[in-house]
């Protein structure tokens, strides 16, 4: 799916969505296809503790990072996303996409129940329209984030895509997720170590991996 060397940008709400979400996903892409990854957080600020973390682990990850200079609302901070910003979060992503020239895009599912996820999936559909010129994506996907995505449970999360989470990856991604201790909760808190693990051993044997993350195709072209 994610070819060898590509360059891949991570739109994320919060400082934690991209590990708890697709940490191991982004190691593997890292390590093992060589792929550029640029993570953008929409919804932080630069004193936030999160955003302190975010660093720690971009510079363990080997990834860029970036967040709005005041750009999308000046109040930014999580679930503030509730006018209706999508024009300018578009806007905001599109200026990036420029910048940054990705290949594939990584988004919010577009059901999650945190409306600041749900805005961001909806303003990347606007900003990777498949038929503008602008830019050259060849494929945008979302992924889930344990605590939000599956409690919608009137739109669940239909992934198509599985990316398999070998030991050493799982590992590694426990060591980030340790980083953002203060967002892990106890078990049977979807967003503790247990949950999480459970939901990486379901998505696995939906295809015969020990464990996976899944991402669900918005739109690819090939
Ligand atoms: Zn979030």
Redesign the pocket.
Known sequence: MMPYKSKIMVL???P??EVLGIGGTLIKFKEKYKCTINIEFLTTTPSCDRWRKAKKISEILGSSINRPDCVIDKDMA?LTLEKNLTKTIAEYITKRIDIIKPDFILT?YGNDL?N??SKISEATLVACRPYLTSHNIKGVFQYE?PS?TEQNLQNIFNPDIFIEIDDLTWDKKVKLIDIYDKEIKDYPHPRSKKGIDTLACYRGVHVGYKRAEALKTMWRKI
């Open positions: 994320a709400a919060h934690d969505d999580p919010h945190n600041d996820h984030v939000s």
